[in-house]
């Protein structure tokens, strides 16, 4: 009986040790510490390798986050990464993409586009203010504002009116501010009458003339004082004296406030610098503003106007 004892009390004994080495921790598990499940079990998919050393961090329920991780949402940088890309970690913050620079707005030079013969430029907006002139088809005004259907613009070097009914508007580019300065000036005379010969406002080199006057021009007196005037340039003279001045400007590469030459018809067959008989300011889109044979003027370039260019020049 006392062996049969003895046999059942060393049974236990063993069994009892088999099963508290089955269920001890691994040995670098600190045992006074719950483990996580998925440290445990192969179906969470997380080996023991995969996880923190430092045990303290786990909790009981499986699939959360520790109470003492930083709480992190998928795709965006955690709190103590750099404000930066995604993956950047460790890489010096990289200065924003500038923006791209704001698209400049081109101003527009307007005018008045005469669309009818022998239409009357008034000193009002109305049929009883008196007449200053007249104007045909094809001829250009500026554009200063619009008064109860009449156009307002410059004539003769004085305000003036023309019935919007007999008009079209004209836009056009306009240049930089010194360039616009001098066009300005033309604007202003406009209208008055061209006399061959007509007393130059300099000599060419800045002495004023006696004898001028805004009232009448001939071409190269008209861009003698739009320069002048307009920027303080001196031109010379004459026409064939003119195109020696200023930079070369190669045919048909024309811009707002360029200097054009041309021959005529009295002077067609000459050679060199003699040819030049005429001279007038560009505008932009063939139009031109200068004085030929009856008054000072904005017009679109003929094909026979056209065919005696001879060359360009620019002052500024």
């Known amino acids: 009986m006392k062996k049969l004892l ?25 045992p006074t510490e ?43 940088p955690s709190e103590s990464a750099p404000d930066s890309v995604p993956d950047s970690s460790g ?35 109305g049929t009883g203010y008196t007449s200053l002139g007249q104007i045909e088809t094809g001829v250009a005004l500026c554009h200063l504002g619009k008064e109860n259907g009449w156009y307002k613009t410059y004539f003769q070097g004085k305000t003036a009116y023309v019935y919007a009914k007999y ?6 580019d306009t240049a930089d501010q010194a ?4 066009i300005s000036e033309g604007y202003k005379v406009l209208g008055t009458p061209y006399v061959y010969g ?39 003279v ?17 811009k707002r406030g360029d200097l054009l030459f041309f021959t005529n018809e009295s002077r067609y067959n000459n050679t060199g610098v003699e040819r030049i008989g005429h001279v007038a300011v560009y505008l932009g889109d ?16 003929s094909a026979k106007r056209l065919s005696y260019y001879l060359q360009a020049r620019r002052f500024l």
Not at 52 to 76: Q, W
Not at 210 to 225: E, I, N, P, R, V
């Open 6 to 30: 003895s046999l059942i009390a060393a049974t236990a004994i063993v069994s009892a040790t088999f099963t508290t080495v089955a269920c001890a921790p691994p040995a670098d598990i600190d």
């Open 34 to 76: 719950p483990p996580n499940s998925s440290a445990w079990t192969e179906s969470s998919g997380t080996s023991i390798a995969e996880e923190s050393s430092d045990y303290s961090d786990f909790v009981s329920v499986p699939d959360e986050p520790a109470e003492s991780a930083p709480e992190t949402i998928p795709d965006e």
């Open 91 to 125: 890489a010096a913050e990289q200065p924003a993409e500038p923006l791209p620079e704001e698209v400049p707005v081109i101003e527009k030079a307007k005018y008045i586009l005469c669309n009818a013969n022998n239409v009357n430029v008034r000193s009002g907006p």
């Open 167 to 172: 008009t079209n508007v004209l836009e056009m």
């Open 179 to 182: 360039i616009e300065a001098v």
């Open 198 to 236: 007509a007393t130059r406002l300099h000599d060419g080199t800045g002495k004023m003339l006696s004898g001028f006057t805004a009232s009448k021009f001939d071409c190269s007196s008209l861009t003698q004082y739009m320069y002048y005037r307009g920027a303080g340039i001196l031109l010379d």
């Open 238 to 254: 004459t026409t064939r004296t003119q195109v020696k001045q200023g930079k070369a400007v190669a045919n048909r590469a024309w």
């Open 286 to 301: 063939n139009y031109i503003l200068h004085t030929s044979s009856d008054y000072a003027k904005i017009e679109k370039m």
